[in-house]
């Protein structure tokens, strides 16, 4: 999704702002940026993924929970609120101080990119989640080719591995969660060849 940047704003008067407008907006310190709507292709890989994290995570006794991209992400240290495309959390839910309704501790997060977001997603965005304490895995998907990537580190002082999804045949693992999703579930429906941005 593109980001349109608006006059700054205090925490409270962007909390009000989206509750006024009823649209979603990241906020960074001060700073507010409108998102823009996605590409039907981001619509399925965030749904796609969605269901996938989902499906595997219902087992009986898991702790962990798949979120969609109408969650907002609090990053307290960066003084940021974003929407990722998808997020997981293990345990229970733990909440900014400011607004109850947006998570702080997320075990994985998932963007889909866009020609509008990639640089933004795979630069400050993934610097931005790196500050959560929590965060173990980050999963970058590809709309334009069969491309996914995920970083994955163990412990919270060790250096992110990176591991590169391009085979149709393969699974993605991801670790922090215990559970693999084919490229082809993930890709289900989505038209590469169709897609010009």
């Known amino acids: 999704m593109k980001a349109y940047k608006l006059p700054k704003r205090t925490v409270k ?7 006024e407008t009823g649209m979603k907006h990241e906020y960074h310190d001060g700073k507010i940026y409108a998102l823009s709507g996605g590409s039907i292709n981001h619509g399925l890989l965030c749904g796609n993924i969605y269901a996938e994290l989902r499906k595997n995570l219902g087992g009986e006794g898991s702790t962990c929970k798949a979120l969609t991209s109408e969650i907002k992400l609090h990053i307290e240290s960066m003084n940021s ?4 495309d998808a997020m997981v959390v293990c345990g229970a839910f733990e909440t900014a ?9 997320p075990t994985l997060i998932v963007e889909v990119l866009s020609k509008s977001t990639a640089e933004y997603d795979r630069g400050d965005k ?8 929590s965060l173990q895995e980050y999963v970058m998907i590809e709309q334009k080719r069969h491309v996914v ?6 412990e919270k002082n060790d250096l992110w591995k990176i591991t590169r999804y391009t085979d149709w045949d393969q699974n993605i693992q ?3 969660i215990g559970i693999e999703i084919s490229m082809r579930d993930l890709y289900f429906d989505v038209k590469i060849e169709d897609l010009d941005a």
């Open 149 to 154: 990537e995920v970083y994955f580190k163990k």
């Open 97 to 105: 101080e400011d607004h109850q309704e947006a998570i702080t501790n």
């Open 126 to 133: 993934f610097y931005f989640y790196r500050q959560i304490p």
């Open 13 to 19: 008067e962007y909390l009000e702002q989206e509750v």
């Open 174 to 176: 991801l670790q922090s």
């Open 81 to 84: 609120y974003v929407y990722p």
